[in-house]
């Protein structure tokens, strides 16, 4: 088995349910629908890939819309050479099946004001009224890979409180051997500069 010298890497995506976003190491090309890497051992700084070596690429995705099921993110690697120059048959491509979660805040942002005080001639306190922009939550839509989330989450009424206990308790009432010992020792010493 020979050292990979160069690892180019194709990740294709639904590019109407996803939309790339960023990558670490960052792609050579990106594309609606497509990132690839010409070869990412030298922006991980590696020169060679050893036999049962592994990498890690993290692509980071934004949802779009909410989807259960049928979305699959592809990546492979084509063009794959040794140290010997040879170029290599593509190995099996991953392929994750993706299930898109609407988080609370799926609702479109909706502009709303808030309503003009009346000017009291009693109190000349001036207070401008400006608009409130209500804008859905942040929410991070959950992409998960050949799992998939129920709701069977507990609530706080059902969670028990754990008891903390000390893993050793003190020894009380007994004496403790390894402090006679002190005792014994002080009690000479001092019989002896008292005799």
Same mark, same amino acid.
């Given at each position: 088995?020979?050292?990979?010298?160069?690892?180019?890497?194709? #990740?294709?995506? %639904?590019? @109407?349910?996803?939309?790339?976003? &960023? /990558?670490?190491? $960052?792609?050579?090309?990106? !594309?609606?629908?497509?990132?690839?890497?010409?070869?990412?051992?030298?922006?991980?700084?590696?020169?060679?890939?050893?036999?049962?070596?592994?990498?890690?690429?993290?692509?980071?995705?934004?949802?779009?819309?909410t989807l259960d099921g049928g979305v699959i993110n592809r990546a492979g690697a084509t063009g794959l050479? #040794?140290?010997? %120059?040879? @170029?290599?048959?593509?190995?099996? &491509? /991953?392929?994750? $099946?993706?299930?898109?979660? !609407?988080?609370?805040?799926?609702?479109?942002?909706?502009?709303?004001?808030?309503?003009?005080?009346?000017?009291?001639?009693?109190?000349?306190?001036?207070?401008?009224?400006?608009?409130?922009?209500?804008?859905p939550t942040p929410t991070t839509s959950a992409i998960i890979a050949t799992a998939e989330l129920t709701?069977?989450?507990?609530?706080?009424?059902?969670i028990p409180t754990p008891t903390l206990v000390p893993a050793h308790l003190p020894r009380t009432g007994?004496?403790?051997?390894?402090?006679?010992?002190?005792?014994?020792?002080?009690?000479?010493?001092?019989?002896?500069?008292?005799?």
């Amino acid at each position: 088995a020979a050292d990979l010298v160069k690892v180019p890497i194709q #990740d294709s995506y %639904q590019a @109407e349910y996803l939309q790339f976003w &960023q /990558a670490f190491p $960052p792609p050579s090309q990106s !594309a609606s629908g497509q990132a690839s890497w010409e070869d990412v051992l030298p922006q991980l700084g590696l020169t060679s890939l050893r036999p049962n070596e592994a990498l890690t690429i993290t692509t980071v995705f934004t949802a779009l819309k909410t989807l259960d099921g049928g979305v699959i993110n592809r990546a492979g690697a084509t063009g794959l050479r #040794d140290e010997f %120059q040879n @170029e290599l048959p593509a190995p099996r &491509q /991953a392929e994750v $099946p993706i299930r898109i979660i !609407a988080g609370p805040g799926a609702a479109q942002p909706t502009a709303t004001t808030t309503p003009k005080p009346h000017s009291n001639p009693e109190h000349s306190t001036p207070n401008p009224a400006t608009p409130t922009l209500e804008l859905p939550t942040p929410t991070t839509s959950a992409i998960i890979a050949t799992a998939e989330l129920t709701a069977s989450v507990p609530t706080s009424d059902s969670i028990p409180t754990p008891t903390l206990v000390p893993a050793h308790l003190p020894r009380t009432g007994t004496g403790d051997p390894s402090s006679a010992w002190l005792i014994v020792a002080l009690a000479l010493l001092l019989g002896g500069v008292l005799a």
